[in-house]
């Protein structure tokens, strides 16, 4: 690893990189505590988690810039395993979804974060910050005696909205003025300043939980070592692991845009694997990115490691030593930064090319969309690609079909395009005439495509009907793994080593075990 990647060599830079990480240290505050609660577990069991995930996966990450703690996309997993099973179960789980991330950086794994399309990316990106505002709105509720949430009075919200466009503002306009301090920070300074100043009556952090506290110890989770425990946490564990790391990823990949440069994934899945074995050991209830204080630290210049390693020690220093004067924030001024990122997050030239991209694109945005504030962003994305993929297939089985090039009452030859597999064998079928062609047919492959195990067996049954009504049939440009897989057509393949196409079928080698595999 570069010292370059860590700390700029100008002084500008290093200071841009301090005061985003403080920036980012201070909206990290509220939301751990808010995913603490939700996860049904003591507010600095999320602390911890935002401090340690932060640290570990900025020193060692894929993605220097990126933020790391506790999410609600892996507390709203949590919540039910601490219901049932209580806190240690839940640092048990940490440990193993750790490890499970660590071997799918070691597998290599994390490159399959390319099979997603952009319109998966885009309607994650829509999502996120959808959720992200509608989280905030939280902070404009409070408990009632009965447990349920109730909006605050009208007086207090329109303080806390007054606080919030107070802070959006400061935001906007300091970057017109200068570019020295990072804007959010300044909001923040500017808000409280005004709240103390003015003496208004609204929300502080303190309000929503007291953050002072110790050092993180070392504690092993006391739980009995049985397959009992292996049943109730693994399911969880792949869960938890599956959605921090596609989190992780598609973040590395929005900030990889945002920035022109590239993160490296499976590093990126390592490090996030090591950050929750760690806060598993330490009392932490886990993490992984997180879109809105990577924004954050984006949007304010930070492009080095320095940025998220101040974050977390500015973190544990909060908790440590300065919990009271951090505890005097107002809620609203925290509010508004995430307002800010909403804004900045949101794809707003996606609503402008609805009309333009195909309509399966269009709806696939809108889908993941949805289904991220429904559900949560991994089902999201899975549900994302799955339709893409059906589409491109789809749209692939539509497109194959023949060109006939020499016709005469005793030959025929097709020339055959696009691509031949599960979703398209039906088409090829319905272009040949078995009963009604000559006596001697050609089809040409050198235009199309064979990939699977299904679009052998479609050609062996075509070759076989062929053969039921006394047809020479003759298969040209195959490649020789085709050649090798085919059954019941094989000898019909014409030999023309020096022009046939060279990849390989995907089938299943238990079936078509090829020459040059080694068991």
Same mark, same amino acid.
């Given at each position: 690893?570069?010292?370059?990647?860590?700390?700029?060599?100008?002084?500008r830079a290093i200071k841009t990189e301090v005061l985003?990480?403080?920036?980012?240290?201070?909206?990290?505050?509220?939301?751990?505590?808010?995913?603490?609660?939700?996860?049904?577990?003591?507010?600095?069991? &999320?602390?911890?988690?935002?401090?340690?995930?932060?640290?570990?996966?900025?020193?060692?990450?894929?993605?220097?810039?990126?933020?790391?703690?506790?999410?609600?996309?892996?507390?709203?997993?949590?919540?039910?395993?601490?219901?049932?099973?209580?806190?240690?179960?839940?640092?048990?789980?940490?440990?193993?979804?750790?490890?499970?991330?660590?071997?799918?950086?070691?597998?290599?794994?994390?490159?399959?974060?390319?099979?997603?399309?952009?319109?998966?990316?885009?309607?994650?990106?829509?999502?996120?910050?959808?959720?992200?505002?509608?989280?905030?709105?939280?902070?404009?509720?409070?408990?009632?005696?009965?447990?349920?949430?109730?909006?605050?009075?009208?007086?207090?919200?329109?303080?806390?909205?007054?606080?919030?466009?107070?802070?959006?503002?400061?935001?906007?306009?300091?970057?017109?003025?200068?570019?020295?301090?990072?804007?959010?920070?300044?909001?923040?300074?500017?808000?409280?300043?005004?709240?103390?100043?003015?003496?208004?009556?609204?929300?502080?952090? &303190?309000?929503?939980?007291?953050?002072?506290?110790?050092?993180?110890?070392?504690?092993?989770?006391?739980?009995?070592?049985?397959?009992?425990?292996?049943?109730?946490?693994?399911?969880?564990?792949?869960?938890?692991?599956?959605?921090?790391?596609?989190?992780?990823?598609?973040?590395?990949?929005?900030?990889?845009?945002?920035?022109?440069?590239?993160?490296?994934?499976?590093?990126e899945c390592l490090a996030q694997g090591a950050a929750?074995?760690?806060?598993?050991?330490?009392?932490?209830?886990?993490?992984?990115?997180?879109?809105?204080?990577?924004?954050?630290?984006?949007?304010?210049?930070?492009?080095?490691?320095?940025? &998220?390693?101040?974050?977390?020690?500015?973190?544990?220093?909060?908790?440590?030593?300065?919990?009271?004067?951090?505890?005097?924030?107002?809620?609203?001024?925290?509010?508004?930064?995430?307002?800010?990122?909403?804004?900045?997050?949101?794809?707003?030239?996606?609503?402008?090319?609805?009309?333009?991209?195909?309509?399966?694109?269009?709806?696939?945005?809108?889908?993941?969309?949805?289904?991220?504030?429904?559900?949560?962003?991994?089902?999201?994305?899975?549900?994302?690609?799955?339709?893409?993929?059906?589409?491109?297939?789809?749209?692939?089985?539509?497109?194959?079909?023949?060109?006939?090039?020499?016709?005469?009452?005793?030959?025929?030859?097709?020339?055959?395009?696009?691509?031949?597999?599960?979703?398209?064998?039906?088409?090829?079928?319905?272009?040949?005439?078995?009963?009604?062609?000559?006596?001697?047919?050609?089809?040409?492959?050198?235009?199309?495509?064979?990939?699977?195990?299904?679009?052998?067996?479609?050609?062996?049954?075509?070759?076989?009907?062929?053969?039921?009504? &006394?047809?020479?049939?003759?298969?040209?440009?195959?490649?020789?793994?085709?050649?090798?897989?085919?059954?019941?057509?094989?000898?019909?393949?014409?030999?023309?080593?020096?022009?046939?196409?060279?990849?390989?079928?995907?089938?299943?080698?238990?079936?078509?075990?090829?020459?040059?595999?080694?068991?």
């Amino acid at each position: 690893m570069s010292l370059s990647s860590y700390i700029p060599r100008d002084p500008r830079a290093i200071k841009t990189e301090v005061l985003s990480g403080l920036t980012v240290a201070l909206a990290l505050v509220p939301e751990a505590v808010a995913f603490a609660f939700i996860a049904g577990v003591e507010p600095l069991v &999320g602390l911890y988690a935002a401090f340690l995930v932060g640290l570990v996966t900025s020193v060692f990450g894929g993605r220097p810039g990126m933020i790391s703690g506790a999410t609600g996309a892996l507390a709203v997993v949590m919540v039910s395993l601490v219901a049932q099973h209580g806190v240690e179960y839940l640092f048990t789980t940490v440990v193993l979804m750790g490890i499970f991330q660590m071997l799918a950086g070691a597998f290599r794994l994390g490159k399959f974060i390319r099979m997603v399309p952009y319109p998966v990316m885009l309607g994650f990106v829509n999502g996120l910050a959808i959720v992200i505002f509608l989280s905030q709105l939280g902070q404009f509720k409070t408990v009632m005696p009965d447990g349920s949430l109730s909006w605050l009075p009208v007086p207090q919200i329109i303080i806390m909205l007054g606080v919030a466009a107070l802070t959006m503002l400061t935001i906007v306009v300091l970057p017109r003025l200068t570019k020295a301090f990072p804007a959010p920070l300044a909001g923040i300074l500017v808000a409280t300043a005004a709240v103390i100043f003015t003496g208004l009556e609204t929300r502080t952090v &303190g309000d929503l939980a007291h953050i002072a506290g110790g050092f993180p110890s070392f504690h092993i989770p006391s739980v009995p070592i049985t397959f009992e425990t292996l049943r109730i946490i693994v399911p969880y564990a792949l869960v938890l692991a599956a959605i921090g790391l596609i989190e992780s990823l598609l973040t590395l990949t929005l900030i990889d845009e945002l920035t022109d440069t590239r993160g490296r994934n499976s590093r990126e899945c390592l490090a996030q694997g090591a950050a929750n074995v760690l806060t598993g050991f330490f009392g932490g209830m886990g993490g992984c990115a997180m879109i809105g204080q990577s924004m954050i630290n984006i949007n304010s210049g930070a492009r080095y490691r320095l940025s &998220g390693i101040c974050a977390a020690l500015f973190l544990l220093c909060f908790i440590l030593f300065a919990s009271q004067w951090i505890e005097m924030i107002p809620v609203a001024a925290l509010v508004g930064v995430m307002f800010i990122v909403v804004i900045a997050t949101f794809e707003w030239s996606s609503l402008r090319i609805m009309g333009k991209i195909p309509r399966a694109d269009a709806f696939v945005i809108v889908l993941v969309s949805g289904v991220t504030v429904v559900t949560d962003l991994a089902i999201a994305v899975v549900v994302g690609v799955i339709v893409s993929a059906l589409v491109f297939a789809w749209q692939s089985a539509r497109h194959v079909y023949t060109d006939v090039v020499e016709e005469t009452e005793t030959k025929k030859v097709y020339v055959l395009h696009g691509q031949l597999f599960f979703a398209s064998i039906s088409t090829f079928r319905d272009l040949f005439s078995p009963k009604e062609d000559p006596k001697d047919v050609v089809i040409d492959f050198r235009h199309s495509r064979v990939w699977d195990h299904s679009a052998l067996e479609a050609i062996d049954a075509l070759a076989e009907k062929y053969m039921q009504n &006394g047809t020479q049939l003759h298969l040209l440009h195959l490649s020789p793994d085709c050649k090798r897989l085919l059954q019941k057509a094989g000898h019909l393949v014409e030999p023309d080593d020096d022009s046939d196409p060279h990849y390989r079928v995907v089938v299943d080698y238990k079936d078509h075990p090829p020459s040059n595999v080694v068991e």
